[in-house]
């Protein structure tokens, strides 16, 4: 298939399609990763576990007892009832563009890469507010945290970089939401 001036624009700018979708999934995907790993898994700390040293005054939980358990459960739920929205409304945005051959998106290394920034970004974004400007948690408390903090941020920051470069090293979608079959500007 012949690509045409008229058609190379639209070939050009079909990654960004994928790009709302990727980071609003990887948003959603990466606070999942967080809560079961950190949250449950590790238990390195809930959504509540440092308000005794917080900047904003929220009351404090101690998650060692019961009730300080219970209330950090429910605001782990809350979070990861947010991060399922996430992953749904990325769903919901993916399948709206993407018309056609829609099980080959899942292959593209766009998406992949757009998802892997939105993890990214879900760490940059969460550890910033939640670890350092509100204080309410952190990676793991004790004398070592803020290296525990500032090891998110930096994985953070290496998967926004990767994710970007991985999308960058993709095809594009076709311009009727199909997955590319030759890289833009190619001439049959």
């Not at 948690?137 to 525990?148: C, D, I, L, S, T």
């Amino acid at each position: 298939m012949a690509t045409t001036a008229g058609t190379a624009p639209a070939l050009a700018a079909a990654p960004n399609s994928l790009r709302l979708p990727g980071i609003v999934l990887g948003v959603g995907l990466g606070g999942f990763l967080d809560g079961i790993l950190l949250h449950q898994l590790l238990q390195w700390h809930h959504m509540l576990t440092s308000t005794n040293h917080d900047r904003i005054g929220v009351k404090y939980y101690d998650p060692h007892t019961v009730s300080g358990l219970e209330m950090n459960t429910l605001w782990d739920g809350i979070f990861h009832a947010v991060c399922w929205i996430a992953v749904l409304v990325g769903l919901a945005i993916l399948y709206s563009r993407v018309t056609h051959n829609r099980r080959s998106v899942w292959g593209s290394r766009v998406l992949w890469g757009w998802i892997v920034a939105g993890w990214g970004l879900f760490n940059l974004v969460e550890g910033i507010l939640d670890h350092q400007i509100l204080g309410i948690h952190h990676v793991r408390g004790g004398p070592y945290q803020a290296w525990w903090d500032a090891g998110f941020l930096i994985l953070g920051g290496l998967l926004l970089i990767g994710g970007h470069l991985l999308q960058r090293s993709g095809r594009p979608l076709a311009p009727e939401g199909a997955l590319g079959t030759e890289p833009a500007g190619d001439e049959a």
